[in-house]
């Protein structure tokens, strides 16, 4: 093996750590990228590790169905995942067919759960390479029992359009503070300013060498995921509490329009971002950790926004791994928490005051029917209809009930998925 195969052997180690771990856990990916081993790798190799497997992640569902139909017998799983990762170099990320197919034979030869299957690593491989690229049928791209749910949910053809832009790598959104020279900082991004505000530029990468970053001029936010703060179109002068805030998107939309911002999140370690993201964009929020369906606060507020915890499966363009690491059990538990803070969330509204809910998840159990449930139950709320294309919504979001179901299809480029609805105090 040549020098050059020998220096990508632990990057290519690390992206099987990251893969096992975005696959057995709903964060996984996240937090074995937070571990010691993995950031003392070389920048280099970081960064190989993570686009690697986000790349396998992205096309999971075409390469294991590639792959099952090569396998007679499931090997371990450190032996599929290796072969995942094989077949994603040498299809997705141009690495040369034989480095994909060395480096992996080499790491199964490096273990002694995978080492009894050096031979077959090599043989599925080629024999992977020789078929090509697999086909990417929109109805292999997610999980069978997340797509059924899609179908359901919206029909055949919107749910084959939604996972038709799992494969499809995300441009980088970014809103700007409200005096910022949006036309100039498009031309220094090579970007454009979409409806609402939001500048979409085709740059990827480390943000912070960007025109405008180190002057607090914008901030990393998806065109879908700005709308709902939008919504509430505080003013100054006005109240403002974000519940389930960090890592502060929505906070320093509200702050950034001169509200009197509260930002609430039980994670008190995620709230040092929020911290962070207000100084360097130049605004305050006073920044509580607390739990939002417990905290004591005694406070009413003009407008409050909850962007509940969900399944986040609308966000699956920059996390693939939301898709595979979901369980179909956890729609239902995490519906009865947005429940829960639902009702705390409108328990701290003026009379007359404003509430978006909004949720980064394609299922109708945390949107539309989170909805219902809690107009049935709670008589002193009203839902306050979203007019069309206000916040910069696609038109076709816009719901019958005056909510939005913002499909990831639905704008040029894509968008994640996201539900909002707006709501006053009676
Ligand atoms: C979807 S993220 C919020 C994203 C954020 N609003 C933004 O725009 O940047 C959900 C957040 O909810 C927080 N969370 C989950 N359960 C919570 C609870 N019961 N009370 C407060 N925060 C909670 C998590 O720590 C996480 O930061």
Same mark, same amino acid.
């Given at each position: 093996?040549?020098?050059e +195969?020998?220096?990508? #052997?632990?990057a290519?180690e690390a992206?099987?750590? #990251?893969?096992d771990?975005a696959l057995s856990?709903?964060?996984?990916?996240d937090?074995?990228?937070?571990?010691?081993?993995?950031?003392?790798l070389?920048?280099?190799?970081?960064?190989f590790?993570?686009?690697?497997?986000?790349?396998?992640?992205?096309?999971?569902g075409?390469i294991d169905?590639?792959?099952?139909?090569?396998?007679?017998?499931?090997p371990p799983?450190?032996?599929r995942?290796l072969?995942? +990762?094989g077949a994603t170099?040498?299809?997705?990320?141009?690495?040369p067919?034989?480095a994909?197919?060395?480096?992996?034979?080499?790491l199964?030869?490096?273990?002694?759960t995978?080492?009894?299957?050096?031979?077959?690593?090599n043989a599925?491989?080629?024999?992977l390479?020789?078929?090509?690229?697999?086909?990417?049928d929109p109805?292999?791209?997610?999980?069978?029992?997340l797509?059924?749910r899609?179908?359901?949910?919206?029909?055949?053809?919107t749910?084959q359009?939604i996972?038709?832009?799992i494969?499809?790598?995300p441009?980088?959104?970014l809103?700007?503070?409200?005096?910022?020279d949006?036309?100039?900082?498009?031309q220094?991004?090579?970007?454009?300013?979409?409806?609402?505000?939001t500048?979409r530029?085709?740059?990827r990468?480390?943000?912070?060498?960007?025109?405008?970053?180190d002057?607090?001029?914008?901030w990393?936010?998806?065109?879908?995921?700005a709308?709902p703060?939008?919504l509430?179109?505080v003013r100054?002068?006005?109240t403002?509490?974000?519940l389930?805030?960090?890592?502060?998107g929505k906070? #320093?939309? +509200?702050a950034?329009?001169g509200?009197?911002?509260?930002?609430? =999140?039980?994670?008190?370690?995620?709230?040092?971002?929020?911290?962070?993201n207000?100084a360097?964009?130049g605004?305050?929020?006073?920044?509580?950790?607390?739990?939002?369906?417990?905290?004591?606060?005694?406070?009413?507020?003009?407008?409050?926004?909850? =962007?509940?915890?969900?399944?986040?499966?609308?966000?699956?363009?920059?996390h693939?791994?939301?898709?595979?690491?979901?369980?179909?059990?956890?729609?239902a538990?995490?519906?009865?928490?947005?429940?829960? #803070?639902?009702?705390?969330?409108?328990?701290?509204?003026?009379?007359?005051?404003?509430l978006?809910y909004?949720?980064?998840?394609?299922?109708?159990?945390?949107?539309?029917?989170q909805v219902e449930a809690?107009?049935?139950r709670?008589?002193?709320?009203?839902?306050?209809?979203?007019e069309?294309?206000?916040?910069g919504?696609?038109?076709?979001?816009?719901?019958?009930r005056?909510?939005?179901r913002l499909l990831?299809h639905?704008?040029?480029?894509?968008?994640?998925?996201?539900?909002?609805?707006?709501?006053?105090r009676?």
């Open positions: 093996m040549t020098q +195969l020998n220096d990508g #052997l632990p290519r992206a099987l750590a #990251l893969i771990a856990r709903r964060g996984g990916l937090e074995a990228a937070s571990t010691n081993a993995f950031r003392y070389e920048p280099r190799e970081r960064a590790a993570r686009a690697l497997a986000m790349a396998a992640l992205r096309h999971l075409p169905r590639a792959l099952s139909a090569k396998l007679s017998k499931e799983p450190r032996v995942n072969l995942r +990762l170099q040498a299809f997705f990320l141009e690495v067919a034989f994909a197919v060395a480096t992996s034979v080499e199964a030869a490096a273990n002694k995978s080492r009894p299957f050096k031979g077959l690593v599925v491989l080629r024999g390479l020789r078929d090509g690229p697999p086909v990417a109805e292999t791209l997610a999980p069978p029992w797509y059924a899609w179908v359901g949910a919206f029909g055949a053809e749910a359009a996972a038709g832009q494969v499809r790598e441009s980088t959104d809103s700007l503070k409200p005096d910022a949006s036309a100039a900082l498009a220094a991004l090579e970007g454009e300013i979409l409806a609402g505000g500048l530029t085709a740059r990468g480390d943000v912070s060498a960007w025109p405008g970053f002057d607090g001029t914008w990393v936010q998806d065109a879908a995921a709308i703060a939008r509430l179109d100054a002068g006005e403002a509490l974000d389930c805030a960090a890592p502060g906070t #320093l939309q +509200l950034a329009a509200a009197a911002t509260v930002a609430v =999140d039980r994670s008190a370690a995620r709230l040092k971002r929020v911290d962070e207000l360097r964009l605004l305050t929020a006073e920044v509580v950790a607390a739990d939002a369906g417990a905290w004591e606060d005694t406070r009413q507020f003009d407008a409050v926004l909850l =962007d509940a915890p969900c399944s986040a499966t609308g966000t699956f363009r920059r693939p791994d939301v898709l595979w690491a979901a369980r179909p059990g956890d729609v538990s995490l519906a009865a928490v947005q429940a829960r #803070l639902l009702d705390s969330a409108a328990d701290r509204l003026k009379p007359g005051g404003r978006v909004c949720v980064c998840s394609l299922e109708p159990e945390e949107g539309e029917a809690f107009l049935a709670r008589p002193d709320m009203a839902l306050s209809p979203i069309a294309e206000e916040g919504a696609p038109a076709a979001s816009l719901t019958s005056g909510t939005l990831p639905q704008r040029e480029g894509g968008q994640d998925g996201f539900f909002a609805a707006r709501f006053v009676r």
